[in-house]
């Protein structure tokens, strides 16, 4: 019997406050109708409650997506100054914050991250508020 094996595609997820969230975009209707009770669409982006999960994995892995829990996210975080156009950045951040003269985002993958410094951000581990403490709230971020 042929067996073959589909590269799935990762989608990174944070956990802050106890949801899990994460921003993708999905061609598929039938799967985003599966999650869409999780999308917060003034934030474009998923809230999972750690309680579905699992149930939430499984879902995507039927459509060959598989979630990656970010052990450290403030590798996914870039800073800009305040005052400059980050319309191109905020595309892909899951979550924002400010922070005296500064927006710090926190971006959906690592290409997003490498995407940000091509246009003026720098990332969190290399600015001078990295020493600072972050705390991400899913209320107001």
Same mark, same amino acid.
């Given at each position: 019997?042929?067996?073959?094996?589909?590269?799935?595609?990762?989608?990174?997820?944070?956990?802050?406050?106890?949801?899990?969230?994460?921003?993708?975009?999905?061609?598929?209707?039938?799967?985003?109708?599966?999650?869409?009770? @999780?999308?917060?669409?003034?934030?474009?982006?998923?809230?999972?409650?750690?309680?579905?999960?699992?149930?939430?994995?499984?879902?995507?892995?039927? @459509?060959?997506?598989?979630?990656?829990?970010?052990?450290?996210?403030?590798? @996914?975080?870039?800073?800009?100054?305040?005052?400059?156009?980050?319309?191109?950045?905020?595309?892909?951040?899951?979550?924002?914050?400010?922070?005296?003269?500064?927006?710090?985002?926190?971006?959906?993958?690592?290409?997003?991250?490498?995407?940000?410094?091509?246009?003026?951000?720098?990332?969190?581990?290399?600015?001078?508020?990295?020493?600072?403490?972050?705390?991400?709230?899913?209320?107001?971020?």
């Amino acid at each position: 019997m042929p067996s073959f094996d589909v590269e799935k595609t990762e989608i990174t997820v944070f956990e802050i406050d106890g949801l899990y969230l994460f921003r993708q975009y999905f061609d598929e209707d039938g799967l985003f109708q599966q999650l869409e009770e @999780y999308y917060n669409s003034e934030r474009y982006r998923f809230e999972v409650p750690e309680c579905d999960l699992p149930e939430i994995s499984q879902i995507l892995d039927n @459509y060959f997506y598989e979630l990656k829990l970010a052990d450290n996210p403030a590798e @996914y975080c870039a800073v800009i100054d305040k005052g400059i156009d980050a319309s191109d950045i905020m595309r892909n951040a899951v979550a924002t914050q400010r922070h005296r003269d500064f927006v710090i985002f926190l971006l959906k993958d690592k290409i997003s991250l490498k995407q940000a410094k091509e246009h003026g951000a720098i990332s969190l581990e290399k600015s001078e508020i990295y020493k600072e403490v972050l705390r991400w709230k899913t209320d107001g971020s």
